[in-house]
């Protein structure tokens, strides 16, 4: 531990770092030297608050029926975090104003961490601190009501993620029945859910406003510190999913209709085999997916696999789903400790497997950025960050074997993936075009809030799955988009990566050594450089134009028809 924090050190109250950011605060500046032993004391204790909050959280999500893990995370949010919050401004500004910060600036990685810290200083109102806190609670509502939701289906209380492998089951009465089971569990809080982004969006307007901004959305432009693209250039992205996407997911599930000889296409036949096969059951439990994915990733690079081998040596994995844990996945990194934590919800299926090599890929860049010397150059942007995870996703198809032992399965798991990418990339256009209207008219109605998400819906849809007298079921589809609620505008990243991410695996596909290199290069530099640089030295370009989505729709087609 670094000698500015002393041995020992926990944070029980906001008064244990208090002292600490008022040395710093203090503390005289007279060479360079010492400006630099400043940046290294800031870094330490900023990364000890960091993995204090990140255990308070990963605990939280482990089990939300426990009141006293909820109440200790909570106490950080409502109590300690206020308290911090106006110190590391002064801080900030102490850094960005000093005449030594110049001598630095030379440097890309240094000139990148002080240009987030001259957003921060912009964005920072002292009366923002009450709201980001009664924010953090309101999230953390959110994130009880969704992990109480179970259903009892043949006796037996199931979480929503267990449940939903029964939409895999050939037997289509089967898939119905535990359909509405979800439906009718999620609609009993549909009303809370709801009222609960009214106030989300209140407040976040609110913040907005006082920081000096039209509205929440440009607010978080900066706040994101999306320094490289504006929302022009996201609505673009809609428009290029919109004409090069949606075409493609149409062809997909026309030939699943056809496939399936089904007149209606229902919501709870989009995810079972279309030629009636049964569910690809990849593992048995969390144990065994883990052992299998080390397999993979070895095969890949023997570094990628020995990252997860040191995770499980460390216990730092929880796989399984379970009554009370959270939902969703997640990758944590711990700055102190210097390696993350993995969470997901592993239920035996071909999801679980995509969820543990995408978190296994923010991992392995957690890994890679180690040896960076100031937490700040490890903190990368969601664009570079979800370009690690998503990448692995493809990459790691090559080693699916281990998973999947019969070609059959395993070309059909393949086909499934990529059907996949070319599903989930006209949601993420439907879920950024929404939070884009919601925040550019924030004193929308429920009702008019319903209406437009169905249109935004119907824009990227298919429009081949049949929900008459299911309209509920569309309604109120994104309250299951956890990002909306917890992380605003955290979300097009996904899509931006996706790209990139193809275009890291069409270059594995033309030649494998050089395509790694490329990934691995891009790891390591964390965020030192701006994120188009980023991707250059990834070997693909930083482009979500509908010229560049159309060829790498191209090239994805001609993949896709490899496993038809």
């Not at 390696?339 to 035996?348: D, Q």
């Not at 543990?356 to 903190?379: C, R, T, W, Y």
Request: hydrophobic share 40%.
């Amino acid at each position: 531990m670094n000698s500015f924090i002393p041995a020992n050190f926990r944070i029980q109250t906001g008064s244990d770092v208090e002292s600490l950011l008022q040395n710093l605060i203090d503390r005289d500046i007279t060479s360079l030297q010492d400006f630099e032993q400043f940046v290294v004391d800031v870094n330490a204790l900023d990364s000890h608050i960091s993995e204090d909050m990140a255990w308070r959280y990963i605990r939280m999500t482990c089990d939300t029926k426990d009141k006293n893990i909820e109440a200790d995370y909570l106490y950080f949010v409502q109590e300690i975090q206020p308290i911090i919050a106006p110190f590391e401004d002064k801080i900030n500004n102490k850094i960005v104003q000093s005449p030594f910060a110049s001598a630095k600036e030379s440097d890309s990685a240094y000139y990148i961490y002080f240009r987030g810290l001259k957003s921060a200083i912009e964005l920072f109102r002292e009366e923002n601190i009450p709201l980001h806190s009664e924010l953090g609670t309101l999230a953390q509502n959110y994130s009880a009501i969704q992990g109480a939701m179970t259903v009892n289906y043949k006796g037996e209380e199931i979480t929503l993620q267990k449940a939903a492998n029964f939409l895999m089951e050939t037997d289509r009465t089967v898939r119905e029945e535990v359909w509405h089971l979800m439906h009718n569990r999620r609609m009993q809080d549909s009303q809370k859910l709801e009222d609960l982004f009214d106030e989300m969006v209140a407040k976040r307007t609110q913040l907005a406003k006082n920081a000096g901004f039209d509205n929440y959305r440009d607010y978080m432009f900066k706040a994101l510190g999306r320094f490289d693209y504006t929302s022009d250039d996201c609505k673009k992205f809609h428009t290029a999913i919109e004409t090069q996407v949606v075409p493609l997911l149409k062809d997909i599930q026309a030939r699943r209709k056809q496939n399936m000889n089904l007149e209606s296409l229902k919501p709870w036949d989009t995810a079972v085999d279309p030629l009636g096969r049964s569910p690809l059951k990849p593992f048995t439990d969390g144990n065994d997916l883990l052992e299998k994915g080390i397999a993979v990733l070895n095969q890949l690079h023997p570094f990628f696999s020995q990252c997860l081998t040191t995770m499980r040596e460390k216990s730092l994995l929880d796989l399984d789903s379970r009554v009370g844990k959270a939902p969703g996945g997640y990758n944590y990194p711990l700055a102190e400790t210097n390696m993350p934590f993995i969470f997901m919800n592993a239920t035996g299926n071909l999801r679980d497997v995509e969820t543990l090599v995408h978190e296994a890929g923010h991992a392995i860049h957690s890994f890679q950025m180690a040896p960076l010397d100031l937490n700040a150059f490890k903190n990368t942007p969601s664009e570079v960050a979800e370009l690690a995870s998503m990448s692995m996703e493809l990459l790691s198809m090559e080693g699916w074997q281990h998973y999947f032992q019969n070609s059959d399965e395993l070309n059909r798991a393949k086909q499934e993936q990529i059907e996949g990418v070319i599903g989930t990339l006209p949601w993420i256009a439907t879920v950024d075009a929404f939070q884009h209207w919601i925040y550019e008219n924030p004193t929308h109605s429920q009702s008019e809030r319903r209406e437009t998400w169905r249109a935004i819906q119907a824009r990227f849809s298919s429009g081949l799955v049949d929900y008459m007298d299911l309209e509920d079921a569309l309604n109120f589809a994104w309250h299951k988009q956890l990002h909306i609620f917890e992380v605003p505008f955290y979300y097009v990243e996904y899509g931006i990566a996706q790209l990139g991410a193809l275009g890291i695996w069409k270059n594995y596909t033309e030649n494998r050594e050089m395509a790694l290199e490329g990934y691995q290069r891009f790891m390591k530099l964390g965020y030192t450089k701006p994120i188009p640089e980023i991707y250059e030295s990834a070997g693909v370009a930083f482009d979500f134009s509908e010229e560049y989505i159309k060829s790498l729709m191209q090239f994805v087609h001609t993949e896709w028809e490899k496993y038809s």
